[in-house]
């Protein structure tokens, strides 16, 4: 997490001294003014590649006698801080640039089995996934200022990539005295899953000036942030008797990598102040 913090705070820093080279030298750009936008946002994902994951994991573990609960990823909270740098020969329409982190819910599957007819003892799977995501983004951003009134209507598009990690955890444990520690009785291993996608914004908003140099307005929008290839690996240096062999169990698949969609409806509000 030091490290994802790190990578947004120099994202921001980069956005300062860029806005700052760009307000020095205003009087002879095509830009004249600088806007700064806070904005939080919450937003729908829909996840069906690990959504099918987690459900295979769930069927694996029903057909072994298993009690299991499970939470998908469902939905973002997103904040983000844009730059508008605004025309000064086409009024209203500006070149923005944003960062942000979306918070991202985590995803859960957990499987117990108590004592059994065949076997009198304990066991229990935690698999857990949490997620980050850090976008950057360019694009343009248009207002429309309604005649003799202090409200005005909105339109951006955003292009740019992201830094997409998910870490994956899973530990088991039994108090059954035949598993030697060698043989798991206490076993758990993390995954730190990552890519770097390509991802797409729009967004929709209405204002309200709230005077001469900030407003606020609400916006909605849609992402497009799909991960065709995130890649893994997991612990095969250990072999397991029956089941835990090489930890496959555990996760239901075999593969090393994995596809994640973070697209999906946006909904929030947005705070401007001018220079």
């Known amino acids: 997490m030091n490290k994802i913090l790190q990578k947004f705070i120099s994202l921001v820093i980069t956005a300062l001294i860029f806005s700052s080279l760009i307000k020095a030298d205003a009087s002879q750009s095509n830009f004249s003014t600088i806007t700064v936008e806070i904005i939080p946002m919450y937003s729908t994902i829909s996840m069906p590649n690990l959504d099918n994951l987690l459900n295979t994991m769930k069927n694996n573990y029903i057909n072994n006698n298993y009690h299991v609960s499970m939470q998908s990823p469902f939905s973002v909270v997103d904040t983000e801080l844009a730059f508008n740098f605004l025309s000064s020969y086409i009024p209203g329409l500006s070149l923005s640039m944003k960062a942000?982190?979306?918070?991202?819910?985590?995803?859960?599957?957990?499987?117990?089995?108590?004592?059994?007819?065949?076997?009198?003892?304990?066991?229990?799977?935690?698999?857990?996934?949490?997620?980050?995501?850090?976008?950057?983004?360019?694009?343009?951003?248009?207002?429309?200022?309604?005649?003799?009134?202090?409200?005005?209507?909105?339109?951006?598009?955003?292009?740019?990539?992201?830094?997409?990690?998910?870490e994956w955890t899973s530990k088991f444990t039994t108090d059954n005295p035949s598993w030697t520690?060698?043989?798991?009785?206490?076993?758990?291993?993390?995954?730190?899953?990552?890519?770097?996608?390509?991802?797409?914004?729009?967004?929709?908003?209405?204002?309200?000036?709230?005077?001469?140099?900030?407003?606020?307005?609400?916006?909605?929008?849609y992402r497009f942030a799909y991960v065709n290839h995130l890649s893994y690996s997991y612990d095969t240096s250990k072999t397991y008797s029956g089941d835990l062999k090489t930890g496959t169990y555990a996760m239901g698949i075999t593969s090393n990598s994995i596809e994640l969609d973070f697209s999906g409806l946006l909904a929030g509000a947005a705070v401007t102040y001018k220079f």
């Open 181 to 221: 520690q060698d043989e798991i009785s206490s076993w758990n291993f993390t995954n730190q899953i990552s890519g770097m996608p390509f991802i797409a914004e729009t967004n929709l908003g209405l204002g309200v000036k709230i005077s001469k140099n900030s407003s606020f307005q609400i916006i909605l929008g």
């Open 100 to 166: 942000g982190y979306l918070y991202i819910f985590p995803a859960y599957i957990h499987a117990k089995r108590g004592p059994q007819t065949s076997d009198n003892y304990n066991y229990e799977w935690d698999n857990d996934f949490t997620f980050s995501f850090i976008p950057v983004l360019v694009g343009v951003t248009y207002n429309y200022s309604i005649p003799k009134k202090p409200f005005f209507m909105s339109a951006s598009a955003y292009a740019g990539a992201a830094v997409a990690t998910t």
